[in-house]
C-alpha cells in the first residue's frame, strides 16, 4: 500500500507553486511557475482567470507525476488575497481579475476617506479600505465599465476559482471574506457594508463563507483525469495565502507576531476579538484555524524598494542571482554607518496602503548633500523600509515585540535582518523554509479529510537563525525613527499637491 500525503497549492500575484508532503511535512515535491501580471495602464494589475488556472493545474500535474510512489489523500489550496474575481451566470469570467494591488480605484477611496465612507465601512470589516478591495474594484466597474459589471453573478477570490475547477462547487472561506463586506464580530456580511460604496448589487453574490478547514468538495472526475490524481479526493475550503503561512509557522495565539518580508512587506499579528475602537490601521482577516483575528499591517513596499534601488545600478549591484546582488549592496551599506549620514528614504514607490492609507505618496530622499554617495543611499533604502515596517507596528500596539518570526525573501539577507532587528528593537527569528503558505494549505487540506490538526502541526526540521538587536544601534534607530516620521509628516501636502497638479495637467 502506498504511503498518503497531501497536496498543497498556492496561486500568488507573481508565482504558482505545487507541493506535495509527506505527513509530518517532509517536501517530496514542490514546483514553482511564474504567474503573468496584465498592466495595460499605469497602476492596472489584472491577470487572466483561464491563463491562472492553467498555470496552477501545470504545477499540479509536475508534482503529481514526481511522486507516483505516493497517494495523495487531500488537497488545500490558498492564494492571494483581495481583488475582483468575477463570474457571470454560466460560472465563466466575466473579465480578467483585477488585482490586490491595483490602484486604478485611488481616487474612489481617497473622496471616502475624506468623506468618512472609510471610517464606516472599517466598523463592519476592521479594515482600512484600499483600491485594490472587491468593494473599491467593483465601485470602479460600474463606473468604467458597466456591461461588465452588470454580467457579475459570483464575487469570489483566487483559490475559490482554483477549487472551483477542482470540485465544480462555489464556495469561499472566513479568511478571504474578511475584506471588506463583513461584519467580522458576527462573521456575517453587512448589507450596510455594501450600501456604504454603492454596490448594493453585490449583495446575494457572494459565497456564504464556511471555516477554511471545511470540506469544499471532492475532486471531479474530469479534473482528476487531467491532474494524474484520483476522482473524489477531498477539497479544503483554504484560506488566504497570509493565513496558511500563519498556520505553518504556528502562529495561532494571540501576541504571536509573523513578518513577511518580500516584495512588499506583511506584518501579521494574531490578536483576540475586540470592540470596535474607531477606523483601524490595515486590515483585519479571520484566523484559518480558530476564532481569533490576524490584525495585517501591509505596505506596499518592501523588498520592492530594494530591487528598485539595485536595478539602477545594474554595473556595480548586479549579479547572477539575487545571492550576488544582496552581497554587492551589504558591501556597500556596510560601509557607513547607521542613518546613512543624514541621508533619509521615504520607500512609497508604489504610493501607501499601511500604516496610513495614502494611494498618491510618492517615494523620495531626504537629507542628500554633494557629498551624499551611492552608499549612503543604498543604506538609506535598507533604513528606510525597516523605519516602515517599525511605524506598522506601533500602529498595532506592539511598539516592541518580543519576538518576530520572520520569512520571504528579504529574510535571507542577513545584514538587512540585522539592521531590522536594532530597528524593532526585537530579536528577528528567520526560518530556512520557504513554503510555509504551501506546507500550511496542504496541513488545511488534511484536516478537511480527518487526517490531521492543522492547529497542532509537528515540528519540521528548519534551519533557524536568530538576529538580536544591538543596545547602541537600536538607541540611534530610535533617534533616526522620529525623524523618519517627521519627514513622512512634512511630506504630505506635497503629495496632497502633487496629486492636485497630476489631476489639472494630464499630460503629466
Known amino acids: 500500500m502506498k504511503n498518503i500525503v497531501l497536496l498543497g497549492v498556492d496561486v500568488g500575484s507573481t508565482a504558482v507553486k505545487a507541493a506535495v508532503y509527506a505527513m509530518d511535512g517532509t517536501v517530496l515535491a514542490l514546483e514553482s511557475r511564474r504567474s503573468a501580471v496584465i498592466r495595460r495602464h499605469p497602476g492596472w494589475s489584472e491577470q487572466d482567470m483561464s491563463t491562472v488556472w492553467a498555470t496552477t493545474a501545470d504545477c499540479i500535474r509536475t508534482v503529481v507525476d514526481r511522486t507516483r510512489d505516493y497517494e495523495v489523500a487531500a488537497i488545500g489550496v490558498c492564494g492571494q488575497g483581495d481583488g475582483l474575481w468575477l463570474l457571470d451566470g454560466d460560472c465563466q469570467p466575466v473579465r480578467n481579475a483585477i488585482l490586490w494591488n491595483d490602484s486604478r480605484a485611488d481616487d474612489l477611496v481617497l473622496n471616502w476617506i475624506a468623506d468618512g465612507t472609510s471610517a464606516a465601512l472599517s466598523r463592519y470589516s476592521r479594515t482600512s479600505n484600499w483600491a485594490g478591495t472587491a468593494g473599491s474594484a467593483f465601485a470602479w466597474l460600474k463606473q468604467h465599465e458597466p456591461e461588465a459589471a452588470a454580467r457579475a453573478a459570483h ?156 536595478s539602477l545600478h545594474q554595473t556595480s549591484l548586479g549579479g547572477d542571482d539575487a545571492s550576488a546582488v544582496a552581497g554587492r549592496l551589504n558591501e556597500l551599506v556596510s560601509s557607513v554607518p547607521a542613518g546613512a549620514n543624514g541621508v533619509t528614504f521615504l520607500p512609497f514607490l508604489s504610493g501607501e496602503r499601511a500604516p496610513f492609507v495614502a494611494p498618491h505618496a510618492t517615494g523620495s530622499f531626504h537629507g542628500l548633500t554633494s557629498a551624499s554617495s551611492k552608499a549612503e543611499m543604498a543604506r538609506a533604502v535598507i533604513e528606510g523600509v525597516s523605519f516602515s515596517l517599525k511605524h506598522c507596528f506601533r500602529t498595532t500596539g506592539l511598539a516592541n515585540p518580543g519576538q518576530v518570526f520572520m520569512t520571504g525573501g528579504g529574510a535571507r539577507n542577513r545584514l538587512w535582518c540585522d539592521v531590522l532587528a536594532s530597528v524593532l528593537g526585537t530579536t528577528i527569528v528567520v526560518s530556512s523554509a520557504s513554503d510555509h503558505g504551501l506546507w500550511g494549505v496542504a496541513a488545511i487540506g488534511g484536516q478537511a479529510a480527518g487526517l490531521i490538526d492543522a492547529a497542532n502541526l509537528p515540528e519540521r526540521p528548519e534551519d533557524q537563525r536568530r538576529h538580536e538587536p544591538d543596545p547602541a544601534l537600536a538607541a540611534t534607530y530610535d533617534r533616526l525613527f522620529e525623524l523618519y516620521q517627521s519627514t513622512v509628516l512634512a511630506s504630505r501636502p506635497i503629495w496632497d499637491a502633487a496629486r492636485q497638479f497630476r489631476r489639472t495637467n494630464s499630460q503629466i
Open 155 to 310: 464575487l469570489i477570490y483566487c483559490k475559490d476559482w482554483i477549487n472551483f475547477h477542482l470540485t465544480g462547487e462555489i464556495a469561499t472561506d472566513f479568511s478571504d471574506a474578511s475584506i471588506p463586506f463583513m461584519d467580522i464580530e458576527r462573521r456575517v456580511y453587512d448589507a450596510a457594508s455594501f450600501d456604504l460604496i454603492g454596490v448594493g448589487e453585490l449583495d446575494g453574490k457572494l459565497a456564504m463563507p464556511q471555516p477554511s478547514t471545511a470540506l469544499h468538495g471532492r475532486l471531479l472526475p474530469e479534473a482528476a483525469r487531467s491532474l494524474g490524481l484520483t476522482a473524489g479526493l477531498p477539497v479544503a475550503t483554504g484560506s488566504i495565502d497570509l493565513g496558511a503561512q500563519m498556520a505553518a509557522m504556528r502562529l495561532n495565539y494571540a501576541g504571536d507576531v509573523g513578518l513577511i518580508l518580500g516584495t512588499t512587506a506583511v506584518v501579521n499579528v494574531v490578536v483576540d476579538p475586540e470592540p470596535f475602537h474607531g477606523e483601524p490601521v490595515g486590515a483585519t482577516i479571520c484566523h484559518p484555524l480558530n476564532h481569533r483575528w490576524i490584525r495585517v499591517v501591509a505596505p506596499s513596499s518592501g523588498a520592492l524598494a530594494v530591487d528598485w534601488f539595485t
